[in-house]
């Protein structure tokens, strides 16, 4: 039994082992945190502009390892932007993460320039751990006003103007400027409801004419004015109209249309003329189809012949009358006569046509028929909608023409046109000779089937047969065969033909000649073979020759001596070694075989296969293949490049994906052509170790970009074919990092370890590639640092894959976008390194052929050697992609650079070996 001072013993030692377990639980579970928080942690608060070119960045940055302020650094594009302590009070700092104090914060002014800035921060590491960038941010800076003029319109006495302006730097609504052509119209206030307040439509007085109006929103605070464009409009008070329908009637025509005021809404008054003279006056108050009530429409008489009909409109208000719309009509009330069909009778032909006159729409009509020009007698053209007639008329064998003219009923001249149509008519006999064959395989006599008629006659006629070139008997073709009778109306049914003849168990060839009856001559309707009823297999192919090229060879023979009672119906062709067979059809004497190794000895086999199966084969003597491809002088097979944007960094997913592209790009890249593939990446963050992917703002480093390459390779080299060599460009571009030292971290960095990595596979060469463009950030002097850069950095090749946006495409150095000239970009894509660079150029239209032109002659014309084309880049699919875009194909830019370059005889070439069209890796 226990006292109360047992029980209070035992109550403090529970408590003492309670509270050491609970501290060393606490202990160890910090130690854990501790051990997996060795980085920096840090957040941006607010990012607030402050002058026309500097942003205050605020926020907090602490290390888990330490309460010592941390360093934070910010870079702007790339570039370093400042650095500043962290040791501004925060209090929501140690409320949020206890023990590490409250002198955490920051605050860090970084200047930007106008457009688009990527601004970082990163905080420095003190202790274990890594650097932390914590704060990425894309601020687009523009100071200016901005909006819209979105639409002028012609108002009574003048114009209104519409649209919306704001500034940045105001909360408050602005002015706006308008003008037309050039003379000040108002400055008025942007407060209108539309644009979420900042909207104007003030309206101004103008006089008739045609004008240019421009908006110009007015600057508050930093900045400068902003034009919001210009737009034309043509003010004209007068009547305005069109005619809309312009239609012959019996003996005259009518006329509708619309016609209005733009000063008046109501009806006015409109005066049709005929040639000048005026006709009549109509009110314009009907309904028109998108133009209210301001319809008219007139019929007036009016004599045959080509007139010009015109509709006056009288004003109301502003402006004066006015012609609102003039149209011809040629005014005809003769009958009107086709012909829509000629056919050959058994006697003759038969003609079928329409025949109308515009003034009695239902009459019939009396047609008179001429035959070679003499007459042939007269039909009539039935009544209603259909007005068609048809005559069989007599006629002999050679060429006739059959003319046709509808007698004129009422308003005509009497002299309508007449229409014709000529045929030759034969009267040889045809049909056909549709079937040979045996009724059983052990049953040597032959069974013919066919049809035949004469064309001058429909009584049946006879066929001769002959077997082997030797006449065996005249036949009738007089068996029943409706589907004769219905191709060829008139002639019956009793035309067709079905006999036997005795033969032997071989091979035997049968020829049926129809016999004429009367004029015209006998016709052949064809021979047929017929194989040996126990066929052997043929003799070997004869005079088997071959001729090597690159990834392949041309082979050719002679048919079999001896066919074995069956003709061949194909050959097989086989390389040896490599066993690569081809197959073509029984009537063809050579063959073309791909896929095979460059700088090889191959001898090809030929062997012929007919009914009875497979020849023995003959063998061609030995040909070396070529060891490299022949100069491409037509367009070079398309190779895919890619806009690498798909991947998220270097993980298991991101590797099969890139390993399964390569393998579907060299599947589609056949034997006997070389091959470039650019894989465009984006733009380089050089500073942070990496790329950011084109069109994205995805981070990748350098040593992920560089596992993906090297799975895309992998996969290519398992796919490659034989004699398909191809160079893959791993390529960045002239906008973000653009400096010596970029250049050479693409050389050291990505293209070298790629370089290395691809000797261990046979016909894959690496290069490094940039996209280099005028309207890129970059400028010339610091893309032709990073040039320097990479080449002073590595041997490997470079591909120049740019444009030359803004350049001339007639003539030789010239200035281009941006400050950039001609002579700077011809120094970019061949001057640095002629030997190591080859041209890809951007070939979208026939423009950027012509710039390449005159941008290698500009070089040229300096005592240069000429640019080193390697084929045209295009964006086709890519195009087809984005819906947003446009591209010629791969095939036209390729014929396009080529029939550029062949223009000038100092920059014709002999081979234009790429071409290669990007898509988008989403």
């Not at 009547?239 to 006015?268: E, K, M, N, Y």
Request: proline share 5%; charged share 15%; aromatic share 8%.
């Amino acid at each position: 039994m226990s006292g109360p001072r047992t029980l209070r013993r035992r109550g403090w030692v529970i408590l003492l082992v309670t509270v050491l377990t609970l501290g060393l639980a606490t202990v160890v579970s910090q130690a854990a945190t501790a051990a997996t928080r060795h980085s920096p942690s840090g957040r941006t608060v607010t990012a607030t502009q402050i002058s026309a070119h500097y942003y205050r960045l605020t926020g907090w940055a602490f290390d888990y390892d330490t309460r010592s302020a941390l360093l934070v650094r910010a870079t702007v594009n790339g570039h370093a932007a400042g650095t500043v302590r962290a040791n501004d009070r925060r209090p929501a700092v140690p409320a949020a993460y206890g023990w590490h104090g409250s002198q955490h914060g920051f605050a860090l002014n970084v200047r930007l320039r106008y457009g688009y800035n990527r601004v970082c921060l990163t905080a420095v590491d003190r202790g274990p751990g890594h650097n932390n960038r914590f704060y990425c941010r894309t601020i687009t800076l523009n100071n200016n006003p901005t909006g819209r003029f979105s639409a002028v319109q012609q108002v009574p006495g003048g114009i209104k103007v519409f649209g919306g302006a704001s500034d940045p730097n105001s909360r408050g609504p602005i002015s706006v400027d308008v003008t037309a052509n050039g003379r000040p119209l108002g400055r008025v206030t942007a407060n209108y409801r539309t644009y979420a307040g900042h909207g104007f439509r003030p309206s101004f007085a103008l006089a008739a004419g045609r004008y240019s109006i421009c908006v110009t929103a007015v600057n508050v605070r930093w900045g400068l004015n902003s034009g919001l464009g210009c737009r034309s409009i043509t003010v004209d008070f007068d009547p305005a109209g069109a005619i809309t329908r312009l239609a012959q009637t019996p003996g005259g025509f009518s006329v509708s249309g619309w016609a209005a005021d733009p000063d008046s809404g109501s009806a006015i008054s409109t005066g049709i003329y005929l040639d000048a003279t005026l006709l009549g006056r109509t009110t314009a108050s009907r309904a028109a189809a998108g133009h209210g009530n301001h319809g008219f429409t007139a019929t007036y008489p009016a004599p045959s012949g080509t007139h010009r009909v015109c509709v006056r409109g009288y004003n109301v208000r502003f402006g004066a009358d006015s012609w609102v719309a003039c149209a011809n009509i040629a005014l005809d009330y003769n009958p009107r006569t086709t012909v829509s069909s000629i056919k050959q009778t058994a006697n003759g032909l038969r003609v079928t046509g329409v025949a109308t006159d515009p003034d009695v729409a239902g009459a019939k009509l009396t047609v008179q028929l001429t035959l070679d020009g003499a007459p042939a007698g007269t039909v009539l053209a039935g009544g209603g909608s259909g007005h068609s007639f048809a005559q069989s008329l007599a006629a002999g064998p050679g060429r006739h023409t059959v003319c046709a003219v509808g007698v004129n009923v009422s308003y005509g001249t009497g002299s309508p046109r007449q229409a014709c149509a000529s045929i030759t008519l034969n009267f040889d006999p045809l049909g056909a000779f549709e079937r040979l064959y045996r009724r059983t395989s052990d049953t040597p006599n032959v069974r013919v089937l066919g049809w035949a008629i004469d064309q001058g006659s429909t009584a049946s006629i006879s066929v001769r047969a002959t077997i082997d070139g030797k006449p065996y008997a005249d036949k009738p073709a007089a068996y029943t065969r409706p589907d004769v009778a219905s191709a060829h109306p008139g002639w019956g049914e009793a035309h067709g033909f079905a006999f036997t003849i005795p033969a032997d168990a071989g091979e035997h060839t049968v020829c049926i000649t129809a016999l004429n009856v009367g004029t015209g001559k006998d016709t052949s309707l064809g021979c047929h073979l017929i194989i040996a009823v126990h066929p052997k297999v043929t003799s070997v192919p004869q005079a088997v020759l071959a001729q090597g090229g690159f990834g392949g060879a041309t082979v050719t023979w002679q048919k079999p001596a001896n066919d074995g009672g069956a003709p061949p119906t194909g050959y097989v062709v086989t390389s040896v070694p490599d066993g690569v067979s081809v197959n073509v059809g029984g009537t063809t004497t050579s063959a073309t075989v791909i896929g095979l190794r460059s700088k090889t000895s191959y001898t090809f086999r030929v062997s012929a296969r007919n009914a009875a199966g497979l020849s023995p084969y003959a063998t061609s003597a030995a040909v070396v293949t070529q060891t490299a491809p022949p100069p491409q002088t037509s367009p070079a097979p398309v190779s895919t490049s890619r806009y690498i944007r798909n991947i998220r960094g270097a993980s298991s997913t991101d590797l099969a994906v890139m390993r399964a592209e390569g393998i579907a790009d060299a599947t589609a890249n056949p034997s006997g052509h070389g091959y470039l593939v650019l894989l465009d990446i984006g733009g380089q963050d050089h500073y942070d170790g990496g790329v950011v992917l084109s069109a994205t703002t995805r981070f990748i480093s350098y040593a992920d970009l560089v596992s993906n390459v090297k799975s895309y390779i992998a996969g290519y080299a398992s796919a490659q074919k034989p004699s398909a060599p191809v160079m893959i460009a791993i390529g960045t571009n002239n906008d973000m990092d653009v400096t010596a030292a970029a250049g050479a971290g693409w050389a050291d960095r990505v293209v070298d370890p790629i370089v290395a990595y691809a000797r261990g596979f046979t016909g894959i060469t690496v290069a490094g590639a940039n996209d280099i463009e005028p309207g890129f950030r970059g400028s010339y002097t610091s893309t032709r640092s990073w040039l320097n850069g990479y080449l002073n950095a590595t041997s490997a090749p470079f591909v120049f894959n740019g444009s030359a946006d803004g350049c001339s495409w007639t003539a030789t150095n010239r200035g281009c976008n941006n400050g950039w000239t001609m002579a700077g970009l011809y120094n970019l894509a061949a001057g640095a390194a002629p030997t190591r660079t080859i041209n890809l150029p951007q070939v979208y239209n026939t423009t950027m052929a012509a710039q390449w032109k005159y941008i290698s002659l500009t070089g040229v014309n300096a005592s240069q050697p000429r640019i080193n084309f390697g084929g045209a880049l295009t964006e086709w699919t890519a195009c087809d992609q984005a819906n947003s875009c446009y591209s010629m194909t791969g095939r036209e830019a390729w014929s396009e650079l080529w029939r550029q370059l062949q223009s000038s005889t100092h920059l014709a070439v002999g081979s234009l070996p790429y071409s290669t069209d990007l898509r988008i890796d989403r």
